[in-house]
């Protein structure tokens, strides 16, 4: 009976020296070695065996892990008190700093993004601390990666949640916006009836110069017509008048050639010239001038026969009989 317990004892003893010293690390963490209370090793993930009492395990994560800053009052550079919400990621680079570098670095890291929250904000105006979140983003880690370097971790970024100002600030914040949409809506008013305006001047303006040059054109066609009709008209004139020249010449001429070749003599001349002064008679003038001397009228006509040809004699009468003279015309 005394031997089972005493192998109950051993056994026991066994199993809570095999679990003090067999340790299991997980893929995403590392392990540090301390022996009789110094730094030993840095251990890399899976089974790993140390000496129970005299060696002990401190398990450091080493994946990204995201600390909340608690909210940070913030005055900005115009006089306005902020409040500032925001969140920092980090990763562990180095284990052995990490534990050995710094005793709470949660704690330290978050005071650290406070501080530096204070800087950064307090050097901007409410409106670019509004709209510059990227900005102070990036100033912020950059801050915070340089002054974590040392306890073996590195910021992967910083992120404001939110900034939240009073609530009067708040308030004229939703005025000044409400004007601005006003002013907004005013201009592009005003914009769009100067574009409406410009625009329906434009047209007018075409309007009139395709009104005016076709107007010209109009009267240019109209023009051109009136000349080329009065040109037609002229060529047609002149065609007539030509026609009737070349007809009259051509009946003068064979007048001048029937009385060439009927060969007129004085009494017939003579007779002509009185059917002539017949015709002037019966006209409506009141006045009739008539030659004064028969010789004289004679002369005239042999010249008229005269200037028809030249004059061929008259053969005398078969009966051996001068013709007769022509009768003397009443009143000469």
């Known amino acids: ?23 299991i690390i997980r893929p995403y963490e590392r392990g540090l070695v ?3 209370g110094r730094y030993h090793s840095t251990v890399e993930p899976g089974m790993r065996i140390i000496v129970p009492f005299v060696d002990r395990m401190i398990r450091v994560d080493m994946r990204e892990n995201v ?8 005055i900005t550079s115009d006089n306005v008190v902020v409040t500032v919400y925001a969140v920092i990621y980090y990763e ?33 105006q409410l409106d670019q601390a509004l709209t510059a979140s990227e900005m102070v983003n990036a100033r912020l880690r950059d801050i915070l990666d340089d002054a974590t370097d040392k306890w073996g971790s590195r910021v992967v970024r910083v992120e404001i949640q939110r900034i939240d100002p009073p609530a009067d ?4 914040m939703h005025n000044q916006m409400r004007a601005e949409r006003s002013r907004r809506a005013v201009v ?7 574009e409406s305006a410009i625009a329906r001047a434009e047209g007018e303006k075409q309007a009139a110069i395709l009104e005016a040059e076709g107007v010209k054109q109009r009267q240019i066609l109209e023009a051109q017509g009136e000349a080329d009709a009065v040109r037609v008209l002229a060529e047609a004139e002149q065609f007539r008048q030509d026609t009737v020249a070349k007809g009259q010449a051509a009946a003068i ?11 007129p003599t004085n009494d017939l001349l003579a007779i002509k010239y009185l059917e002539s002064l017949e015709a002037i008679a019966k006209g409506h003038a009141t006045k009739i001038f008539l030659p004064t001397e028969a010789s004289a009228l004679l002369g005239a006509l042999g010249g008229m026969v005269e200037a028809l040809g030249e004059r061929t004699p008259v053969a005398p009468a078969t009966d051996g009989h001068q013709p007769p003279a022509p009768a003397t015309p009443a009143g000469a």
Not at 3 to 10: D, F, G, H, T
Not at 101 to 111: I, P, R, Y
């Open 92 to 124: 562990a680079t180095d284990p052995k700093r990490l534990i050995y570098n710094v005793s709470n670095f949660l704690k330290a890291v978050t005071k650290l993004a406070q501080t530096n929250l204070r800087n950064v904000i307090g050097d901007m």
């Open 169 to 172: 600030v708040v308030t004229a």
């Open 34 to 36: 301390e022996r009789l």
């Open 67 to 74: 600390v909340e800053v608690p909210p940070q009052e913030v």
């Open 1 to 23: 009976m005394v031997y089972l317990i005493i192998l109950a004892v051993i056994f026991v003893l066994v199993l809570t020296l095999s679990a003090a010293s067999v340790k």
């Open 253 to 263: 001429l064979q007048v001048y050639q029937a009385i060439h070749e009927g060969r």
């Open 188 to 194: 592009t008013e005003a914009s769009g009836q100067k």
